[in-house]
């Protein structure tokens, strides 16, 4: 029995009448007859009562009818589905970011706009240590990255920038760099323990500007374990000036740093050569997008 068969019976049981029955499925009646009685054979029941004038259901045709066309029904639902999952239209995608990607709202914005045009897509967002996030995308555990550049990156993934920010300094809102009114320059800064987020490129920059030697530095993860550490006067740090805009911290305070602006940028990072339709279909939209540029907030 296949489905030839089922869609054989159904159409005469709608019609009652063998040859126009055959009519609409584009058969000889003779041929029809022949896969109506194999049916009949391999259920070992008569499905209906034929007579020159008429044709009817018996008790199991009528029960027959039923289960066939819920058979049908299942059928049609997982080649529907098969396809939309072809296309993209079902599936999963596993993405991981770093905080910053939250607090620019990147990440907010770029999830949103996919789960409006893919609804049926599973999208399971959860943060990362950053440094971790490249070796989990060539493993196949994350499918798209939101990383704050520089990263190293394989030669089987590529990025694309999404947004453009600038580092600022952080410092407890006791320091004496912390009431002044203009940018702080890196040779300031010379004596003060660094907390380092993962990004360390501003951090280095700064010691490279004012050719400091820190005194101590920390390293406690992500950005909010950074600016605890400096709420609780531990030092001070080199982190996204979005952040001066978004997270409002007791004892924390944003501060311009002087010289030319040291560029932050965070990027979605994929695989170069992806299999899966729905998230090709999210690196489609990612790189379709335009960087965002952050505008940095007045800070004191």
Same mark, same amino acid.
């Given at each position: 029995?296949?489905?030839?068969?089922?869609?054989?019976?159904?159409?005469?049981?709608?019609?009652?009448?063998?040859?126009?029955?055959?009519?609409?499925?584009?058969?000889?009646?003779?041929?029809?007859?022949?896969?109506?009685?194999? @049916?009949?054979?391999? %259920? #070992?029941?008569?499905?209906?009562? =034929?007579?020159?004038?008429?044709? /009817? $259901?018996? &008790?199991?045709?009528?029960?027959?009818?039923?289960?066939?066309?819920?058979?049908?029904?299942?059928?049609?639902?997982?080649?529907?589905?098969?396809?939309?999952?072809?296309?993209?239209?079902?599936?999963?995608?596993?993405?991981?970011?770093?905080?910053?990607?939250?607090?620019?709202?990147?990440?907010?914005?770029?999830?949103?706009?996919?789960?409006?045009?893919?609804?049926?897509?599973?999208?399971?967002?959860?943060?990362?240590?950053?440094?971790?996030?490249?070796?989990?995308?060539?493993?196949?555990?994350?499918?798209?990255?939101?990383?704050?550049?520089?990263?190293? @990156?394989?030669?089987? %993934? #590529?990025?694309?920038?999404?947004? =453009?920010?600038?580092?600022?300094? /952080? $410092?407890? &809102?006791?320091?004496?760099?912390?009431?002044?009114?203009?940018?702080?320059?890196?040779?300031?800064?010379?004596?003060?323990?660094?907390?380092?987020?993962?990004?360390?490129?501003?951090?280095?920059?700064?010691?490279?500007?004012?050719?400091?030697?820190?005194?101590?530095?920390?390293?406690?993860?992500?950005?909010?374990?950074?600016?605890?550490?400096?709420?609780?006067?531990?030092?001070?740090?080199?982190?996204?000036?979005?952040?001066?805009?978004?997270?409002?911290?007791?004892?924390?305070?944003?501060?311009?740093?002087?010289?030319?602006?040291?560029?932050?940028?965070?990027?979605?990072?994929?695989?170069?050569?992806?299999?899966?339709?729905?998230?090709?279909?999210?690196? /489609?939209?990612?790189?379709?997008?335009?960087?965002?540029?952050?505008?940095?907030?007045?800070?004191?």
């Amino acid at each position: 029995m296949d489905l030839r068969h089922l869609r054989y019976f159904l159409t005469v049981a709608d019609e009652l009448h063998f040859a126009r029955a055959a009519e609409l499925l584009g058969i000889a009646p003779p041929t029809l007859s022949v896969q109506i009685q194999q @049916l009949e054979r391999q %259920l #070992q029941c008569q499905l209906f009562v =034929r007579s020159k004038r008429s044709v /009817a $259901l018996t &008790s199991a045709g009528q029960d027959f009818v039923i289960q066939a066309r819920a058979a049908l029904a299942r059928f049609d639902q997982a080649i529907d589905a098969g396809r939309r999952a072809g296309r993209g239209e079902l599936g999963r995608v596993e993405v991981g970011y770093v905080g910053s990607a939250v607090f620019g709202g990147i990440l907010q914005q770029q999830l949103s706009a996919f789960r409006q045009r893919w609804p049926q897509v599973l999208v399971h967002a959860c943060e990362w240590p950053m440094l971790q996030m490249g070796a989990a995308l060539e493993e196949g555990k994350l499918d798209i990255a939101f990383v704050r550049l520089p990263v190293p @990156l394989g030669q089987t %993934l #590529q990025s694309h920038v999404l947004l =453009r920010d600038r580092f600022c300094l /952080a $410092l407890p &809102s006791d320091h004496p760099l912390a009431a002044g009114g203009g940018a702080i320059r890196s040779r300031a800064l010379a004596g003060d323990a660094f907390i380092l987020p993962e990004q360390e490129l501003g951090s280095r920059e700064v010691w490279r500007r004012g050719g400091l030697v820190p005194r101590s530095v920390s390293r406690p993860g992500g950005l909010l374990a950074v600016l605890a550490e400096v709420a609780v006067g531990a030092g001070v740090a080199v982190v996204p000036g979005v952040l001066a805009s978004v997270v409002n911290l007791p004892n924390v305070s944003y501060r311009t740093l002087a010289g030319a602006p040291i560029v932050s940028e965070v990027a979605a990072v994929y695989r170069r050569f992806e299999r899966a339709p729905a998230v090709r279909n999210m690196i /489609a939209a990612l790189r379709a997008s335009k960087p965002v540029q952050v505008h940095a907030a007045t800070m004191a």
